[in-house]
């Protein structure tokens, strides 16, 4: 049986990962129950939750909702959220889907910059500074990989930060989406998990 990783601080509830994109009907929703789902399948305690920049309560496209379907993962009673400071005020790791969305949290909320990356960035950085050390807490990890960093890097847009939006494309480019997602959460998962336990399929 896969041991349990616990990324929380100590006697607290489990962290809790939000996930930012335009409108909250496909790439952050999407990211939302992929994240999930690779978190669950490392043992790992945390939660997942989403946002966007527009109207609330709209729900998720439906090729949003089909390609999760063909994942085994249900969308259809998705709503989206509209990103406050209170949303942000509640996540220990924000992952945006791109640097736009970025901004937008960090204008939101100027303090949350350091616990704030895109999710292509929250990668690459990790790969590059390597895994979460046993026993290193949450916050320790993100300011190791967020050292030198600052809010002047992330201007602009960039496919090296950036998730392609789907909406309005085919149903192709949703199942294109969904695998880059599911490829980055994956491996986001095994850097957030410290390297004393096993991670992923």
């Known amino acids: 049986m896969r041991p349990e990783c616990d990324l929380r601080p100590r006697s607290v509830s489990p962290v809790h990962v939000l996930l930012v994109c335009t409108a909250n009907q496909c790439r952050s929703p999407m990211a939302e129950l992929l994240l999930r789902e690779r978190l669950r399948e490392g043992g790992i305690l945390a939660e997942t939750s989403s946002c966007g920049l527009l109207e609330p309560d709209i729900p998720a496209t439906a090729e949003a ?17 509209r990103l406050d400071r209170r949303t942000v005020a509640g996540a220990d790791l924000i992952l945006a889907m791109a640097r736009e969305h970025l901004r937008e949290v960090v ?15 929250l990668v690459r950085r990790g790969e590059a500074a390597g895994p979460r050390l046993p026993a290193e807490e949450l916050s320790t990890y993100l300011a190791r990989l967020g050292f030198g960093r600052r809010p002047a890097d992330l201007l602009g847009g960039s496919g090296e ?21 599911d490829d980055l959460c994956k491996r986001a998962v095994a850097l957030l998990a410290d390297s004393g336990t096993v991670v992923g399929s």
Not at 107 to 121: G, I, S, Y
Not at 170 to 181: F, K, Q, S, V, W
């Open 107 to 121: 204008v939101t909320a100027p303090d949350a910059f350091h616990r704030t990356f895109t999710l292509k960035e």
């Open 161 to 181: 930060d950036d998730v392609a939006d789907p909406i309005g494309l085919p149903a192709e480019a949703y199942r294109a989406t969904a695998e880059e997602l």
């Open 65 to 81: 909702i089909e390609t999760m379907a063909g994942r085994g993962l249900d969308l259809s009673g998705h709503r989206s959220r």
